[in-house]
């Protein structure tokens, strides 16, 4: 299998190409994506290859947006939506959760609805107000939403076609940090990453981390660091898909470290780091030697760039954790 | 020259074909047959009886809150009989005199109305989709799924039912300006019953009237009387064949009178003039009495005829009411089925935890 050294923007784009590719009835919906190919240059080429009827330009309106693509998806199309950031999605909400969601479940399996949603997501690019959000929680709390976070290139194509594949709708998050964060080799052919299934990216044995899109690397930072500095071994999983997650890698994780520390962006009261440790209390309670702990984005709007760094979790931040657990 | 210049905008005046006396107006009615009229009268009979049965249900605890669209059925039978059966129909919750029309059964009408996660299944082959309950949203799956058929070169129209309330939502622009844009095969077919819930028509909006909103979207806009079933049928029929043949969208104002309560819920006479609403609706805009006048008038109906229909109508909704009431009642773990291809390991899990004990 020939492979490439690309980031997880090409990733993604590569992904979409081979699939407009595979099925004519895949279409691309956005703002901005067709000549510009999109504000992260996601789409680059596309408009190019597959002409303005499948690449499509729409006017400036996420609920029309994401609305139109649920018709598209009752009738026969496998619409690919870009929502330009995250934390603009707000206008197609009621779309997504009232419609989307439910559509399969009202018709009693009569329709479904096979389409994607891409947004990017996070903070830490010096973005403008409103650009760095972290709001996967409205979505995990959506049933009827599977919701996609991949953490590196070869994730990110691999999960992408399973998105595509899957017959329900996907919202598919891409942490803009690591857009061109890092280069990874990547088959030229497509593959499937099935989605509900995370990775363990690192081995350890005193302490499991749970983490996902970009904050995987800070884990996996903090567990070199402690590593080194104390001697701890700490394994580090990449949730990957993070509804419905998978808890069985999780809790055996656990079940041999006896202690976790979850950690993501999103805002700690309600996120998703809290039913991830009540998952391991409901599973795993009689292994913990320490409470499990969340590293987590503070409760606050996610701040103007100037201070982001201070609000975003990273790897120093993991460490007072583990520190925190190891010594319990 | 003042920009607000009324002169300066295209008008929209109301057609009417059928006059609320019986009398034929416009050439256009010689379109439609004998047998045509005495179809559209049936079905608006239909469509009567099961409304006001569905009211006492309601009443006797048999159903849940009820949406009566009584005083539109015009508006609701005419459209949907101007529809092929492969167009797909997107109802709101007061549409299901649209959605009977066009092949729903009324058992499965009641079913919802219940509570009955079945209740929104549509016959094989049909596309009524389930109703929308939020509002406007519908408008854009109407776009979406005429975008589709446009791209695959089929010719289906899809229609959108909403009221005038849903013409204040983001969702009415968005869904108007993207047809407009990709010139989809829609047609946007709203009901001005003059009411949402308790707000008029006059602070919903300062438009005059709905269909003129179709000009800043440069899309044809057409106003009509919505108790009027003749023009109702004719106007959407041209804007399904227009739809077909790639002519682009249609919004269609049917201006019309809910003749009760928003839902067994509300109670209008909080906010307007029941009794004088309802005096003036027998008067002048009950659509049933009006078809039927035309057909008194025109010998295409005998009172004996008439009493026959009622019956037959009848003993149809009763039936749908048994066959309804003997459905399977649905399982706790019915509720679990269909959020997925393939049920998430947490709705899966719960359903097989032990339920109330109560």
Redesign the interface.
């Known amino acids: 299998m020939s492979t490439r050294n690309i980031t997880m923007l090409q990733a993604v784009n590569e992904a979409m190409h081979e699939r407009m590719e595979m099925d004519s009835d895949t279409?691309l919906l956005g703002e901005d994506i067709g000549k510009n190919g999109g504000v992260f240059r996601a789409t680059d080429g596309l408009y190019e290859t597959f002409g303005p009827?499948r690449v499509i330009d729409?006017?400036l309106?996420e609920?029309?947006i994401?609305?139109?693509?649920?018709?598209?998806?009752?009738?026969?199309?496998k619409p690919i939506v870009e929502i330009q950031f995250l934390a603009f999605i707000y206008?197609g909400f009621?779309?997504l959760v009232?419609?989307a969601a439910r559509?399969?479940?009202?018709?009693?399996?009569?329709?479904?609805l096979p389409m994607v949603i891409r947004a990017p997501y996070g903070a830490g690019i010096r973005g403008p107000e409103l650009h760095s959000e972290s709001v996967e929680s409205f979505f995990v709390q959506t049933?009827?939403l599977?919701v996609v976070a991949p953490g590196n290139p070869y994730d990110a194509k691999g999960l992408f076609h399973a998105a595509v594949k899957d017959?329900?709708p996907v919202l598919f998050l891409e942490d803009t940090k690591l857009y061109r964060a890092f280069k990874q080799d990547v088959p030229a052919e497509s593959y499937e990453i099935p989605l509900g299934k995370a990775a363990v990216v690192r081995e350890g044995s005193d302490l499991t981390m749970v983490a996902w899109g970009s904050m995987v690397r800070e884990a996996v930072k903090a567990a070199e660091r402690m590593e080194k500095e104390k001697g701890w071994s700490c394994e580090v999983i990449d949730l990957r898909t993070i509804?419905?997650f998978d808890?069985e890698t999780i809790i055996e994780s656990v079940k041999k470290t006896g202690r976790a520390a979850v950690m993501h962006e999103a805002h700690k009261t309600g996120g998703l780091g809290a039913e991830i440790t009540a998952v391991i209390n409901e599973e795993a309670l009689v292994y913990l030697r320490a409470p499990v702990q969340r590293v987590a984005g503070y409760d606050v709007p996610v701040p103007q760039f100037m201070v982001e760094d201070l609000y975003l979790p990273d790897a120093g931040r993991m460490a007072n954790a583990v520190e925190k657990a190891m010594t319990f | 020259m003042a920009v607000n210049d009324r002169e300066l905008m295209q008008t929209y005046d109301t057609l009417q074909v059928l006059s609320p006396e019986g009398k034929v107006l416009a050439e256009e009615a010689s379109q439609l047959t004998a047998e045509m009229k005495r179809t559209l009268f049936e079905k608006m009979l239909s469509c009567r009886e099961f409304d006001e049965k569905a009211m006492k249900l309601q009443r006797q605890g048999r159903i849940g809150t009820y949406a009566s669209y009584k005083g539109q059925e015009a508006s609701q039978v005419g459209s949907a009989m101007a529809l092929e059966p492969m167009d797909?129909l997107f109802p709101t919750y007061r549409d299901h005199g649209a959605g009977w029309t066009h092949g729903q059964d009324w058992s499965r009408i009641l079913l919802y109305w219940m509570g009955h996660?079945?209740g929104?299944?549509?016959p094989d082959g049909l596309r009524i989709?389930?109703q929308a309950?939020?509002i406007a949203?519908q408008?854009?799956?109407?776009?979406?799924?005429?975008?589709?058929?446009k791209?695959?070169g089929k010719r289906h129209a899809?229609i959108a039912y909403f009221g005038d309330g849903a013409t204040s939502e983001?969702?009415f622009h968005?869904?108007l300006?993207?047809a407009g844009?990709f010139q989809t095969p829609t047609v946007f077919f709203c009901q001005n019953n003059g009411y949402a819930i308790s707000v008029p028509f006059s602070k919903q909006s300062a438009s005059e009237t709905i269909a003129q909103r179709a000009q800043a979207y440069d899309i044809k806009g057409v106003r009509i009387d919505g108790n009027d079933i003749f023009a109702v049928y004719l106007t959407v029929k041209e804007a399904v064949e227009r739809a077909r043949n790639g002519g682009g969208p249609t919004l269609i104002e049917a201006v019309t009178t809910r003749y009760g309560s928003h839902t067994t819920a509300d109670d209008a006479k909080k906010y307007r003039d029941q009794e004088a609403v309802q005096a003036s609706w027998a008067e002048k805009a009950d659509p049933v009495e009006r078809l039927r006048r035309h057909l008194l008038q025109e010998g295409l109906l005998t009172e004996e005829a008439e009493a026959d229909m009622t019956e037959a109508v009848r003993k149809k909704v009763d039936e749908a009411l048994e066959t309804a009431e003997s459905y399977p009642k649905p399982t706790r773990e019915s509720m679990f089925?269909?959020?997925?291809?393939s049920a998430?390991?947490?709705?899966e899990e719960q359903r097989e935890q032990r339920g109330s004990t109560r």
């Open positions: 279409l009827s729409t006017p309106a609920a029309g994401i609305g139109s693509s649920i018709g598209l998806a009752l009738n026969g199309k206008p009621e779309q009232s419609h559509m399969r479940y009202r018709t009693r399996g009569q329709f479904h049933p009827g599977k017959p329900d509804y419905p808890r | 797909w996660p079945d929104s299944i549509t989709m389930p309950v939020p949203t408008l854009l799956h109407a776009v979406g799924t005429g975008w589709a058929d791209l695959d899809s983001g969702d968005e869904a300006n993207f844009v089925e269909h959020v997925y291809e998430s390991w947490m709705a």
